[in-house]
T-cell receptor, first 111, second 114 residues
Framework: RKEVEQDPGPFNVPEGATVAFNCTYS??????FFWYRQDCRKEPKLLMS???SGNEDGRFTAQLNRASQYISLLIRDSKLSDSATYLC????????????FGGGTRVLVKP | DGGITQSPKYLFRKEGQNVTLSCEQN?????MYWYRQDPGQGLRLIYY???????QKGDIAEGYSVSREKKESFPLTVTSAQKNPTAFYLC?????????????FGDGTRLSIL
């Protein structure tokens, strides 16, 4: 089983709709969680950190469920520019601040 | 502006050749990382370094080597022992504080075999 698993998608989303997807992680000692966005042939960019109580940044909402070991990302009022691959990233109690990346969920927002 | 600079953007390797990818950061970050990304795949850790003159292997270190002679610089050499080097290589850096910090990435180097 992979340490961090994501549905690769693609999630085809009409413009203006809401889309949500999850990421599961296997290491219960995982401490920190992030969502990154990666555009085609570009580097990943931090979208948001995920806090225990859940957090929101504009149209993006992230949730953490420690009991079931998953995090989620919800995008409201999807824009064409939200089309990208969203990478789930997890840190476990290891040295060097090593992060483990999921394979990414591809989202395609269509007019 | 502070950031991470990778060069070159594109690189071609001949059979039996070693090539070196550059990564420089002016963010005063302690830790630096090298990842490899294959098409449609996630990032895999090659090497990382938390401090000057020290580095550790990641998950796929075979066929690669690194050095960390300066805090700002963490070059990656893809040796001839790496038989499938074609990939997108990403360098990242971060502070080392209590708790994990997000990593910031350079814009990558695409390596191909001639």
């Amino acid at each position: 089983r992979k340490e961090v698993e994501q549905d690769p998608g693609p999630f085809n989303v009409p413009e203006g709709a809401t889309v949500a997807f999850n990421c599961t992680y296997s290491n219960s000692a995982s401490q920190s969680f992030f969502w990154y966005r990666q555009d085609c042939r570009k580097e990943p960019k931090l979208l948001m950190s995920v806090y225990s109580s859940g957090n929101e940044d504009g149209r993006f909402t992230a949730q953490l469920n420690r009991a079931s070991q998953y995090i989620s990302l919800l995008i409201r009022d999807s824009k064409l520019s939200d089309s990208a691959t969203y990478l789930c990233v997890v840190n476990s109690r290891t040295a060097g601040n090593k992060l483990t990346f999921g394979g990414g969920t591809r989202v395609l927002v269509k007019p | 502006d502070g950031g991470i600079t990778q060069s070159p953007k594109y690189l071609f390797r001949k059979e039996g050749q070693n090539v070196t990818l550059s990564c420089e950061q002016n963010l005063n970050h302690d830790a630096m990382y090298w990842y490899r990304q294959d098409p449609g795949q996630g990032l895999r850790l090659i090497y990382y370094s938390q401090i000057v003159n020290d580095f550790q292997k990641g998950d796929i270190a075979e066929g690669y080597s690194v050095s960390r002679e300066k805090k700002e610089s963490f070059p990656l050499t893809v040796t001839s022992a790496q038989k499938n080097p074609t990939a997108f290589y990403l360098c990242a850096s971060t502070r080392i504080d209590s708790g994990a910090q997000p990593q910031h990435f350079g814009d990558g180097t695409r390596l191909s075999i001639l």
